[in-house]
């Protein structure tokens, strides 16, 4: 009994710092940046690194805390930004779009399993769920604070260029991915 409560102990703990160091990678992956109407960042690699080293739940978990640390005014958004303010603006669709990602993918995983094939149906579906959140967002507060704009023009604006990025993005953390889950104790311990 007392060894259990102990294994217990040393998981939660575990648990606890993997959560947190890959919520710092994400927001140091927002820290890259290169400027746009929509910044391009590493954000989308390192959620799906969160995702797919972790599991599910923990990932899920960074995703969050990450999150809840830019909304609570920590600059942990692109451009060193932080508050709540970032996430009703017109690109906060896609900061939400994150959570939404790991969400669909940790679902995935419990629906189709962890295999290699499975974590990239997994990434490329959780790209495509953050595009259409952050997009349709994107959408709704730009026409609200400025005027309506084409679906076409937005598309022009916040996807197809990155489209091409994005897939790299998941290319690099798929390799990584494999690696780094070598080295960290799965949620199955």
């Known amino acids: 009994m007392d060894t259990n409560v102990n294994t217990k102990r040393r998981t939660s703990t575990y648990d606890m710092v993997y959560i947190s160091i890959f919520a710092v990678l994400i927001a ?3 820290w890259i940046t290169i400027p746009s109407v929509v910044p391009f960042t590493l954000q989308t690699m390192g959620v799906f690194l969160a995702v ?3 599991g599910g739940k923990r990932g899920t978990i960074s995703v969050l805390i990450y999150i809840l640390l830019g909304a609570i005014g920590i600059p942990v958004f692109s451009g060193f930004k932080g508050g709540f303010g970032v996430i009703l603006g017109n690109t906060g669709g896609y900061i939400i779009g994150f959570l939404l990602s790991a969400l669909l ?3 995935l995983e419990k629906l189709i399993g962890k295999g290699k094939i499975a974590m990239i149906i997994s990434m490329l579906a ?4 953050c595009y259409t959140f952050g997009t349709l967002w994107f959408m709704i507060v730009y026409a609200h604070n400025t005027g309506a704009v084409a679906l076409t023009t937005v598309l022009g604006w916040c996807v197809i260029p990155f489209i091409i990025p994005d897939l790299i993005k998941i290319a690099v953390a798929f390799l990584l991915t494999g690696r780094l889950s070598r080295f960290i104790k799965t949620e199955n311990h």
């Open 52 to 54: 797919g080293t972790l």
């Open 28 to 30: 140091i992956c927002s």
């Open 105 to 107: 993918m940790w679902g």
């Open 126 to 129: 959780g790209l495509i769920v």
